[in-house]
């Protein structure tokens, strides 16, 4: 796919890490974007203007069709031809896809990234804040939002937990002396999904345990890093200026401008398909099943693979729109109301 002529625009937060991975993303492939920027916690009416429930940061559209979730939207942004001065790499061989894969999992699925989080909240002031505890509680679906004594009671497990991901990079795939975790000129998607949590763990004073965790201890890791985040500023620098969006301003670029995909088909061979009787036009329900699950998108289904669910919903001011949600992580059902 070439590079898209609709524009594209991404709603975060500065401080988002989420963010970090997707800004990063775009600034190596070289793709120029135009930036919406959102409160930390609830309501975000700009994504509102756009019939958006879904709460989590950050979202990405491409003219018209809407993306959630970062591991979506990045293997959104792949499927486009890099822009200028582009410095990611692509994994090419079986075992540099597989290796990009099992990373990306590993640093979601095993709960290294979790256990940094629970690191760099001793150290927020978020913490100390009753809105931000409120907002993300409610994230959690009311779960308790980690209590300082339950933070220090598993801060021992969790400096270990976090210690042993610095010794997986620094003895296996950093030991070698290469410049990257899949051998490759650049980075490449690996190396974000690895880096983003471990330099928000950096960015927040006081949160690395450096008892434990030092460039001395792991100077491969470190030297990696730097080296992740200078070449990433530098792509960042080469994009030149973003352009800042009102909601107001970003809502009407979007909805004047055409859909990014071909409209899609619901595959009925789909045990999920075939389980709900869902039908193309439908009028269903879609949202993520581990947090934020209590915002649900309302649309008519568009269409359903392995891969996407995608639904077309009204935009406040009736336009409509399409958004994308992976299927892992994701659930669909029809809307009986």
Known sequence: MTSSEKPIVLYYYELSPYSKKV??????????FQQCIQPRIMPRP?????GVKYRRIPVLTIGRDIYLDTRHIISK???LEPGKNARLSVATTPEQKALQRLLQAYMIDSGLSRCIVQLILQKTRGMMDPEFIKDRTEFMSGASFFP???LEAMRPDTIR???????????????DGREWLLGTAGPT?????????????????????????SEAKFPKVFAWMERF????????????????????????LILSSDYH????????ADVLVQHQKLKKGQLVRMWPTDTGSNHKDLGELVSVTDKEVVIEAKAEDGGLVRIHAQRHGFAVAPCEE
């Open 77 to 79: 942004l792949s499927e």
């Open 261 to 268: 995909e071909a409209d899609g088909h619901v595959d009925e």
């Open 161 to 175: 937990r976090v210690k042993d991901g610095f010794e997986f990079l620094e003895q296996t795939l950093l030991c």
């Open 46 to 50: 700009d994504l509102s203007r756009l």
């Open 229 to 252: 985040k200078s070449t990433a500023q530098k792509s960042l620098d080469d994009l030149g200026e973003l352009a800042t969006l009102s909601g107001e301003e970003a809502a009407k």
């Open 148 to 150: 300082p004594e339950a």
């Open 189 to 213: 998607i690996g190396d974000i999904e690895m880096a983003w949590p471990l330099l928000w763990l950096e960015r927040v004073p006081g949160a690395r345990p450096e008892e434990c965790i």
């Open 23 to 32: 800004v990063w993303y775009l600034a190596l492939k070289g793709l120029k």
